[in-house]
């Protein structure tokens, strides 16, 4: 069992950066892919970015992509999502997820392929 605890997300005007951080329980952090998905009001849940247990090889949707970067620190069962140049079209309710893997370089881009998630934290990127 993994429990996830997301934390960083808040107001922000266009343009600004947050950083969002995501801390897990357990002894085999490394072992799970991360990502982190988002929801908007009234729309359906998204990807926004993913990383292997290595965190070698994050993989961004192509909205975020040269604007957010995801990395991971395995010593502090800890992934963190670095957003800059934020958008009004950047909020929504981001979520952390986790995958236990058996190793390897694949990419989780859809929610269903995700076991654990947290609660979600709040940003709001206002114009």
């Known amino acids: 069992q993994v429990q996830l605890v997301e934390s960083g997300g808040g107001l922000v005007q266009t343009g600004g950066s947050l950083r969002l951080s995501c801390a897990a329980s357990?002894?085999?952090?490394?072992?799970?892919?991360m990502g982190w998905f988002r929801q908007a009001p009234g729309k359906e849940r998204e990807f926004v970015a993913t990383i292997t247990g290595s965190g070698d090889r994050p993989y961004y949707v192509d909205s975020v992509k040269g604007r957010f970067t995801l990395s991971r620190d395995n010593a502090r069962n800890t992934v963190y999502l670095q957003m800059n140049s934020l958008e009004p079209e950047d909020t929504a309710v981001y979520y952390c997820a986790a995958r236990q893997t058996s190793g390897g370089s694949f990419y989780y881009i859809t929610s269903y392929e995700y076991d654990y998630w947290g609660q979600g934290t709040q940003v709001i990127v206002s114009s």
């Open positions: 357990g002894r085999t952090f490394s072992r799970y892919a």
